[in-house]
């Protein structure tokens, strides 16, 4: 397959469509899998339930990245705890083009801050003004309330602020294999590579014919995209600004990085596919490296069974939005 990037989808959505938001996306299921992720831009009539009081965050950590290869641009992801008497000259992160490039002067070597993960904090408003959205209700909107009430609660906001011009968010995974919603609050636009679910096997092949002793299941690999251009894997480009949510897929890979300080908040649902293509009885990671990293991430118990009524409530869940045709504008770029 090509391996030549283009940007996903980007979709324009009214307020009607914000306040079924999961319903919506729903509508996408196809276009999510084929290209791992999709943007959505909001109309002007689009209200959000945001709190009026900022949440103040100081960076308390530092990322040291060192290239890993020889013959390719594969680079380690560290988490120091502690910034010391980290000092670090801001190079203006214009693009892609002036993004890589710092990596060329750095001599294989660099530090720089660390983004900061607030699990359970939240930009939005647990109870919303009518109309508004709230990014607090997606999950109960989605198929997660087949599990139980006292499981549900347990996903909730994940805020992350970017200190600098350059942070770097490494290869990952969505979690627990589960769709994931990204808002970005404001600040510098965030560059995303996003690689589909189809192509996952591919890259770990590759990763692991690098013989990395990093793994992207740690958040501790980054990799420059000609690489994936090289090896014929595929994968797509997107740059999410302000006010802007991106959806990436069940089992997508991606990596991103910021042009300058910023705010973003993400939360994990769940649509038909994430049982009909197994991600949720599939979500043991496969990582091998035994590096216990410490992370903000948290794995809840959310096993289904694959039962009748549990495969009778999937195939029901979103007949709501299918008796309801609402008008949608799709681009790529």
């Known amino acids: ?8 989808p980007t979709l324009e959505i009214n307020s009607y469509g914000l306040k079924n938001l999961v319903n919506y996306i729903s509508r996408h299921e196809q276009t999510l899998k084929e290209f791992g992720a999709i943007k959505i831009k ?3 009539d689009c209200l959000l339930g945001i709190k009026k009081q900022k949440i103040s965050s100081k960076f308390t950590n ?3 990245i060192v290239k890993i290869s020889n013959d390719e641009p594969i680079y380690s992801i560290k988490k120091i705890e502690g910034i010391n008497d980290y000092m670090k000259e801001h190079i203006p992160i214009l693009n892609e083009e002036t ?3 710092s990596f060329i002067h750095s001599n294989h070597k660099h530090e720089q801050s660390a983004a900061s993960i607030l699990l359970n904090k939240s930009l939005f408003l647990k109870k919303s003004p009518e109309n508004s959205f709230s990014i607090h209700h997606i999950p109960k909107q989605s198929l997660l309330k087949l599990v139980d ?18 942070t770097i968010f490494p290869l990952s995974d969505t979690q627990q294999r589960l769709f994931s919603l990204i808002y970005h609050h404001d600040g510098g636009s965030r560059y995303w590579y996003i690689i589909p679910s189809c192509e996952r096997e591919i890259l770990l092949k590759l990763l692991y014919q690098k013989r990395s002793s990093a793994c992207f299941q740690h958040d501790q690999l980054f990799i420059n995209p000609s690489i994936l251009d090289k090896h014929h894997i595929r994968y797509h480009r997107i740059i999410q600004h302000s006010n802007e949510f991106i959806v990436l897929s069940a089992g997508t890979i991606s990596q991103s990085f ?3 300080a910023c705010w973003t908040e993400s939360i994990p649902f769940a649509l038909p596919s994430w049982i009909r293509n197994d991600h949720a009885y599939n979500q043991n990671s496969t990582c091998q490296c035994k590096i216990n990293q410490f992370s903000e991430t948290k794995t809840n118990n959310i096993n289904l069974s694959q039962s009748d009524p549990v495969q009778k409530s999937i195939g029901q869940y979103f007949n709501v939005n299918n008796n309801h045709h609402q008008h949608t504008s799709i681009s790529t770029g």
Do not use: A, K, Y
Request: aromatic fraction near 8%.
């Open 1 to 8: 397959m090509s391996s030549i990037s283009i940007d996903i």
């Open 42 to 44: 909001l109309n002007s």
């Open 62 to 64: 530092i990322q040291r």
């Open 99 to 101: 993004f890589w490039s």
């Open 149 to 166: 009430t006292q499981r549900i609660q347990q996903f909730v906001p994940c805020l992350t602020r970017s200190h600098e011009p350059g």
């Open 258 to 260: 910021t042009t300058d």
